[in-house]
């Protein structure tokens, strides 16, 4: 679904993305893990056109985006949640998510008063807000919602642009670990059509959750492979595993 060759990112003297190969499969359950300041959330950045390579390309689907906006690689099936949650606080939950699926349709602001495509937005938003089990906060402001349920919406959002890419960089960040589960558990349970790309620190949820681990260090690809040789590789122990192990 992805693919990257020998992209590179440098901010200045730094190298944050070396000569980075990597592919993120048809219906991946893929994570991203590496130490902090590894260069994760740039590689992101790269992918989704947010930051421009210094070399190197990026294909979806076949199809090289390497210079493609955010905005068109959006449109081509690439979606993301950020590490820091971005929602319309003041709005619902339904309304968010209404934005995102008004926004693919390209019925835009309509929304905001009655249209042909109001009840189609509203009912492929309620179906997603259902499938994240969100249905009770459906009518709840953000602000009213704790931390976990709000990166549920993020997560519900990114799926109202139909991706067939999903990134999410660090979802259960500031979540405490019992609800962290539900997330990560919400998130496993997505139609496979769409391929995840998962940014993680905690392991246990990463190797629940992963059939793939990339293994990222001083921004290069350190070893990749299944969760079982990912855990038996004494290097990323040595370099990363260490503390968990
Ligand atoms: N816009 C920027 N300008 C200069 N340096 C940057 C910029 N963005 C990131 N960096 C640097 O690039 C390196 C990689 O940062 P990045 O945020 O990609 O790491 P990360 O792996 O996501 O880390 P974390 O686990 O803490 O989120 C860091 O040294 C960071 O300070
Ligand atoms: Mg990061």
Redesign the pocket.
Same mark, same amino acid.
């Given at each position: 679904m992805l693919e990257t060759r020998t992209l590179c990112k440098n =901010? #200045?003297a730094?190298e944050?993305a070396r000569e980075l190969n990597f592919r993120l499969e048809r219906g991946a359950r893929h994570a991203l893990i #590496?130490? $902090? #300041?590894? #260069?994760? +959330? +740039? =590689?992101i $950045?790269l992918l989704t056109g947010l930051l421009a390579p210094s070399r190197g390309s990026v294909f979806l689907g076949g199809e090289e985006v390497t210079t493609l906006t955010q905005a068109k690689r959006v449109k081509r099936g690439i979606a993301r949640t950020f590490?820091i949650n971005q929602l319309f606080r003041g709005l619902t939950v339904l309304e968010n998510v209404c934005i995102a699926v008004s926004e693919r349709l390209g019925v835009g602001s309509s929304m905001l008063r009655p249209a042909g495509k109001r009840a189609e937005v509203i009912d492929e938003a309620s179906r997603l807000i259902a499938m994240l089990k969100l249905d009770e906060d459906a009518g709840r402001r953000i602000v009213e919602l704790p931390y976990g349920r709000q990166r549920l919406v993020e997560i519900a959002i990114a799926l109202g642009l139909q991706p067939s890419v999903l990134l999410l960089?660090?979802p259960a960040a500031g979540i405490p670990s019992a609800e962290s589960h539900i997330l990560l558990d919400a998130i496993a349970t997505l139609p496979r059509d769409i391929a995840i790309l998962i940014?993680e620190?905690d392991m246990d949820l990463v190797f629940r959750f992963a059939e793939r681990i990339t293994v990222?260090v001083s921004?290069a690809i350190y070893a990749e492979g299944k969760p079982a040789e990912i855990a038996a590789n004494r290097e990323v122990r040595a370099v990363y595993l260490g503390n968990a192990a």
């Amino acid at each position: 679904m992805l693919e990257t060759r020998t992209l590179c990112k440098n =901010f #200045g003297a730094l190298e944050v993305a070396r000569e980075l190969n990597f592919r993120l499969e048809r219906g991946a359950r893929h994570a991203l893990i #590496g130490p $902090n #300041g590894a #260069g994760k +959330t +740039t =590689f992101i $950045n790269l992918l989704t056109g947010l930051l421009a390579p210094s070399r190197g390309s990026v294909f979806l689907g076949g199809e090289e985006v390497t210079t493609l906006t955010q905005a068109k690689r959006v449109k081509r099936g690439i979606a993301r949640t950020f590490q820091i949650n971005q929602l319309f606080r003041g709005l619902t939950v339904l309304e968010n998510v209404c934005i995102a699926v008004s926004e693919r349709l390209g019925v835009g602001s309509s929304m905001l008063r009655p249209a042909g495509k109001r009840a189609e937005v509203i009912d492929e938003a309620s179906r997603l807000i259902a499938m994240l089990k969100l249905d009770e906060d459906a009518g709840r402001r953000i602000v009213e919602l704790p931390y976990g349920r709000q990166r549920l919406v993020e997560i519900a959002i990114a799926l109202g642009l139909q991706p067939s890419v999903l990134l999410l960089d660090e979802p259960a960040a500031g979540i405490p670990s019992a609800e962290s589960h539900i997330l990560l558990d919400a998130i496993a349970t997505l139609p496979r059509d769409i391929a995840i790309l998962i940014i993680e620190h905690d392991m246990d949820l990463v190797f629940r959750f992963a059939e793939r681990i990339t293994v990222m260090v001083s921004g290069a690809i350190y070893a990749e492979g299944k969760p079982a040789e990912i855990a038996a590789n004494r290097e990323v122990r040595a370099v990363y595993l260490g503390n968990a192990a």
